[in-house]
């Protein structure tokens, strides 16, 4: 019963990469639509309706007929769009949303799928609730990722602990006094080797400080932008352990799809009360330790785009 799925990917990665998840998930004909948006976007979705308002010209003639049988969309200022594609498609076109879609989102939507730390308390039917962040790291994907990256890895010995750090957000700083108890944690752990990558957030002086305060010998560090090839998903399929900065959903979600254990580094002034609530649910469901923590077994192969696979399929019994 293969149906035909539209992604919307905009200009924000986060977003994009938990619409592949899903996608990928569902295995069905998928199409993905790049969209860009201009200064309209900004406008409330009570104005922008079942409209293409804000919606770039060139991506405007990428929305043709035939239209899906499921447009996947993100975020507040996609849902308009997906609106518009279910009004031209008669109503034939179901919409899958993740996250908040805002105006006229949870009397419109087929199926919005919301995570755990958004404490949506109203029963609806066509709300579903999941913990965390879907992503497209199957076991499959992280059994590639491993036979492609271990040669390149050989030389670091295991016990080996990936470190992937993130930065500073927009309310939230990411400080030396930071860097220097994430260090600690680190150490905590003993590991034998450190595969270290930062993110374009990391700041200079954390990453300086990591450079030097972690022995050259057994430490692979991967400074995000640099012209080598971004060794990510190498550090999570080929780690012993992993240690990840809880500033980053996405980040946290991808590290727990391993079986190894994952800590997350998440000091009260890094993090918003939504992560904490986030990382307070990894933890609950055992697919996460706090930083510091003693090494302990845990669940693994946490992927929630499964989950919401099931659920879209169940639309169409």
């Known amino acids: 019963m293969s149906k035909t799925v539209w992604i919307l990917a905009d200009d924000r990665a986060g977003n994009v990469n938990q619409l592949l998840g899903v996608a990928s998930a569902l295995d069905w004909e998928t199409k993905r639509i ?23 010209k060139k991506s405007r003639s990428l929305l043709q007929q035939p239209y899906p049988d499921i447009v996947l969309s993100a975020g507040r200022r996609s849902f308009p769009i997906a609106r518009w594609i279910q009004k031209k498609s008669h109503n034939k076109t179901k919409i899958i949303q993740l996250m908040n879609p805002g105006y006229k989102g949870f009397c419109e939507t087929d199926l919005i799928i919301l995570p755990t730390h958004d404490q949506y308390k109203k029963q609806q039917k066509n709300v579903f609730i999941v913990t965390g962040t879907p992503h497209q790291l199957t076991s499959e994907r992280l059994q590639t990722e491993r036979q492609n990256w ?12 990936s470190l ?6 927009k309310n939230n700083p990411f400080t030396l006094e930071m860097a ?36 050259p010998q057994t430490t692979y560090f991967y400074t995000f932008g640099c012209a080598d090839k971004n060794p990510y998903f190498g550090l999570i399929s080929c780690a012993d352990m992993i240690m990840v900065t809880g500033d980053s959903m996405s980040m946290c979600s991808e590290c727990c799809s391993t079986t190894v254990p994952v800590f997350i580094f998440a000091p009260d002034e890094m993090i918003s009360e939504k992560h904490k609530r986030f990382h307070q649910s990894l933890y609950a469901d055992g697919f996460a330790l706090p930083a510091g923590s003693d090494i302990q077994a845990v669940k693994g192969n946490f992927n929630p785009a499964q989950q919401i696979a099931e659920k879209i399929k169940e639309l169409f019994k």
Do not use: W
């Open 150 to 161: 271990e040669p390149f890895f050989k030389k670091y010995p295991h016990k080996r602990l």
């Open 34 to 56: 790049d969209i860009r948006y201009t200064d309209f976007v900004k406008l409330p979705n009570i104005i922008r309706d079942k409209t293409l308002i804000g919606l770039t």
């Open 180 to 215: 220097k108890q994430l260090l600690s944690a680190v150490q905590k752990l003993n590991p034998a080797s450190v595969l270290v990558t930062t993110s374009r957030r990391t700041p200079p002086e954390i990453v300086s400080f990591l450079q030097s305060h972690l022995p």
């Open 164 to 169: 992937i750090v993130g930065g500073a957000t």
